[in-house]
């Protein structure tokens, strides 16, 4: 249902079984996906394409302008997937040219009040951002992350997947996967694994992340030589070269 005192431009395209509150802006360039449900004084601008299932609460703003001086009105993008949740009070800026035109969510996510998601940033699946968390540009948060309250996030960082920042943490470096960080700013503090062992990790995989977490963070070693044993590793677990990559592609340098 679409209440008689929500705004829709014309040319929005709205799907099936769409819930749309009072004094909610829905922009020309937006796109809806069934079975959404919109509640009162959200808006929405675009171009911004959301798909199937998501729940977006009052006072949301999804898809407006960036922050970044150096916006200039081009006409860059949000996509967001299937089945999130925006809470109270969310921001979610567009992309800019500097980078790929382009903010971009996943699915299955959980944005609780008054988070931020700042412009060209790409969230994976099945994250959570507690309440004010924030990141800036750029940043790349991978599947199943989560992010504490008031937790902050420097621009350009990455944040693995699996990994847990701790509520009022401030991230200046990359965060492996399967790493809990905390801190101002965030240093490493042992593996996730209590949410490892949740998502369904074998033990015997967890035991092996674990070995790799050592290499880098328990022997003294700088980064190249920590990188010797993780790759040794690696050969017979596919989670420990996704730890291993993450880390040599680092641009910003990981937490130590």
């Not at 949000?78 to 949740?85: A, F, V």
């Not at 040219?97 to 609780?112: P, R, V």
């Not at 003294?220 to 044993?229: I, S, T, Y």
Request: charged share 20%; aromatic share 8%.
């Amino acid at each position: 249902m679409i209440h008689e005192q929500a705004i829709i431009e014309p040319g929005a395209q709205i799907g099936e079984n769409v819930s749309i509150g009072p004094w909610t802006y829905v922009g020309k360039d937006v796109v809806i996906g069934d079975n959404c449900d919109i509640r009162s004084n959200v808006v929405i601008k675009g171009p911004t394409t959301i798909g199937k299932g998501n729940t977006i609460y009052q006072f949301a703003t999804i898809g407006e302008d960036c922050q970044d001086l150096k916006y200039a009105g081009e006409p860059t993008q949000l996509i967001i997937g299937d089945n999130n949740t925006f809470r109270e009070c969310c921001t979610i800026h567009r992309g800019t040219i500097q980078d790929n035109s382009l903010t971009q969510i996943g699915s299955n996510n959980l944005f609780m009040a008054y988070t931020h998601v700042a412009h060209d940033c790409m969230v994976g699946s099945n994250c959570i951002m507690a309440n004010n968390a924030s990141i800036a540009g750029h940043v790349h948060v991978g599947d199943w992350a989560i992010l504490g309250g008031m937790v902050g996030v420097h621009q350009f960082c990455h944040i693995g997947a699996h990994s847990f920042i701790a509520a009022n943490s401030l991230v200046l470096k990359d965060v492996p996967p399967f790493v809990m960080a905390s801190g101002h700013g965030a240093s490493p503090f042992g593996l996730n694994s209590e949410g490892l062992k949740r998502r369904g990790f074998a033990k015997e995989t967890i035991l092996a992340i674990r070995r790799a977490y050592k290499e880098v963070y328990r022997k003294g070693l700088n980064v190249d030589d920590a990188l010797v044993g993780v790759n040794e590793l690696a050969k017979d677990h596919e989670a420990v070269n996704d730890f291993a990559e993450f880390i040599k592609s680092s641009q910003r340098g990981i937490i130590r």
